[in-house]
């Protein structure tokens, strides 16, 4: 069965600092994208970061730039998302997608609905 697995969300204090991890099961992520995205109560869901197969940094929504960081590792078949200096906002269920570039991301992201648990992240004082 092929899958991705997020776990690390949490309940955080404002300016708080947590890494969402998102591991494949049953195909590799390499040569594939890797992206983030997030689903709040009654809004949209949102891209939040992607990086390409072959990119060393990835592309950030703007709300999250500077804050949060992608990451993969190959060889765990894992891909990471750290997220600093959290707040309220950034409050919701993330998820990860992998396809074979960030732009494919974005796409199934917006037209398809039958997405895994995801990782619930809260954050509030």
């Known amino acids: 069965q092929l899958q991705l697995v997020e776990s690390g969300g949490d309940y955080v204090q404002p300016g708080g600092s947590l890494r969402l991890s998102c591991v494949a099961v049953?195909?590799?992520?390499?040569?594939?994208?890797v992206g983030w995205f997030r689903q709040a109560p009654g809004k949209a869901r949102e891209g939040v970061a992607c990086?390409?197969?072959?990119?060393?940094?990835?592309h950030y929504h703007g709300s999250v730039e500077g804050r949060f960081s992608i990451s993969r590792d190959n060889a765990k078949n894992t891909a990471y998302l750290q997220m600093n200096n959290l707040t309220p906002e950034d409050t919701a269920t993330y998820y990860c997608?992998?396809?074979?570039?960030?732009?494919?991301?974005?796409?199934?992201?917006?037209?398809?609905?039958?997405w895994g648990q995801g990782t619930q992240v809260t954050v509030s004082s």
């Open positions: 997608a992998s396809e074979s570039t960030c732009p494919d991301i974005w796409h199934s992201m917006a037209v398809l609905d039958d």
């Open positions: 049953g195909f590799s992520l390499n040569r594939r994208a």
């Open positions: 990086i390409n197969p072959s990119e060393i940094s990835g």
